[in-house]
């Protein structure tokens, strides 16, 4: 019978240790978790691959309306972001997302300031090609969710190869 006792009150200090979140439990003094497979990562992904192949309404549907896209040091609404873009697609640069080779996602226990519920980060690889000269470019992007729809995101890439097939 004590070990029966023991056994409950060692599951019982155990639980109310940890929090029940999304189906994973994490410590009482997490602020979040990190998790490597989701819907908000397939939304990611789905925006990144939509902004390669020039479908913007795919693009749009992965953001709400007023979204700001944090481009390096500029700061753009989606609409403007779709327009940068565009200038490059008009001179006939192809874009192709290689890969996407480090993504996950920070669920956060408390929503930030701006609403987000969780982070997706992302390293991804694109090769941009035009008239034969293809450059790599690697992004960092830091999108923030909230109900399905990016509400931020933070975008750092070297923008010198695209200047270039620019020109």
């Not at 990190?34 to 939304?43: E, F, G, K, Q, V």
Request: aromatic letters at 8%.
């Amino acid at each position: 019978m004590k070990k029966i006792a023991l056994f409950v009150i060692l599951t019982i200090s155990l639980i109310s240790c940890d929090t029940k979140s999304n189906g994973h439990i994490v410590p009482s003094n997490a602020t979040g978790y990190t998790i490597r497979s989701s819907a908000n990562i397939d939304l990611v992904k789905n925006a990144a691959n939509a902004l390669a192949i020039n479908d913007t309404n795919t693009y749009k549907n992965c953001y709400i309306s007023d979204v700001i896209i944090r481009d390096n040091n500029d700061s753009a609404n989606l609409t403007q972001n779709i327009a940068a873009v565009q200038p490059m697609f008009n001179k006939g640069i192809i874009w192709k997302l290689n890969k996407i080779p480090m993504i996950w996602e920070t669920v956060v226990i408390n929503p930030d300031e701006g609403g987000a519920t969780s982070y997706v980060i992302s390293f991804r690889k694109y090769t941009l090609t035009k008239s034969g000269k293809s450059i790599n470019v690697r992004f960092l992007v830091v999108d923030d969710i909230r109900d399905g729809k990016i509400i931020a995101e933070w975008l750092r890439y070297d923008k010198s190869g695209i200047n270039e097939l620019m020109k």
